[in-house]
């Protein structure tokens, strides 16, 4: 029998993930809206509905994971030149719980299990290109992942949607996640949305 074990185990760095989807990554269409300003970073919000299946011989289990954390603790900044992105002394804790929901053979069980971080302040720079004036993509990757349990390569950042309201920069992104994960030796194809924001401001 396969045990009630959480399938999600999220270990974070800023998540970006997929979202800017558009047809190509042509250069902006005017003066870049992220520079000369140093941007602090005011914390994360991240919801998720992660489902995964698996058949023991005739017995199928489902686990529902619900995921809804908001980074504690904030600490550093962003700076954006016109091709790069420093990030100086950036980290933040996560302390809170999230609910597992298992179903098999009409049995329904649910189980809420501590969701705790601490992501140590990091410093490093990347690459990056400004899409039009609403969307940032960095092609040679970044260290912004999220490590799924055991799906490997972690989800790496492609890009972000973005928008500025006086002094506050908010990052928006979602991806459908869609993978495997192996528990006890039994691999259950994994799927959910992930949807994450997170809001810098001007120092």
Same mark, same amino acid.
């Given at each position: 029998m396969l045990n009630r074990t959480p399938f999600l185990a999220i270990a974070i760095c800023l998540l970006f993930t997929v979202a800017c989807k558009?047809?190509?990554?042509?250069?902006n269409s005017g003066p870049n809206p992220l520079t000369g300003t140093s941007w602090k970073f005011d914390g994360e919000t991240t919801k998720a509905d992660i489902t995964s @299946?698996?058949?023991?011989?005739?017995?199928?289990? @489902?686990v529902i994971?619900?995921?809804? $954390?908001?980074?504690?603790?904030?600490?550093? #900044?962003? =700076?954006?030149?016109?091709?790069?992105?420093?990030?100086v002394g950036v980290g933040y804790t996560i302390d809170t719980t999230y609910t597992s929901i298992t179903s098999s053979g009409g049995i329904t069980d649910t189980l809420v299990s501590p969701l705790t971080d601490t992501a140590k302040p990091l410093? @490093?720079?990347v690459t990056y290109q400004l899409i039009g !004036?609403? #969307?940032?993509? $960095?092609?040679?990757? *970044?260290?912004f992942k999220l490590n799924v349990d055991s799906i490997q390569p972690p989800? !790496?950042?492609?890009?972000?949607? $973005? /928008?500025?309201?006086?002094?506050?920069? +908010? $990052? +928006? *992104?979602?991806?459908?996640?869609s993978g495997n994960e192996t528990i006890?030796?039994? @691999?259950?194809? =994994? /799927?959910?949305?992930i949807t994450s924001v997170i809001t810098l401001s001007k120092q």
């Open positions: 558009k047809s190509n990554h042509s250069g @299946t698996a058949s023991i011989g005739p017995i199928s289990v @489902t994971n619900l995921i809804n $954390f908001q980074t504690l603790n904030n600490v550093g #900044s962003f =700076t954006f030149t016109a091709d790069s992105l420093g990030l410093n @490093t720079s !004036q609403d #969307s940032i993509y $960095f092609p040679n990757g *970044s260290p989800i !790496q950042l492609s890009g972000a949607h $973005f /928008t500025i309201s006086g002094s506050t920069l +908010t $990052f +928006t *992104s979602s991806i459908n996640l006890h030796g039994i @691999t259950a194809p =994994t /799927t959910g949305p």
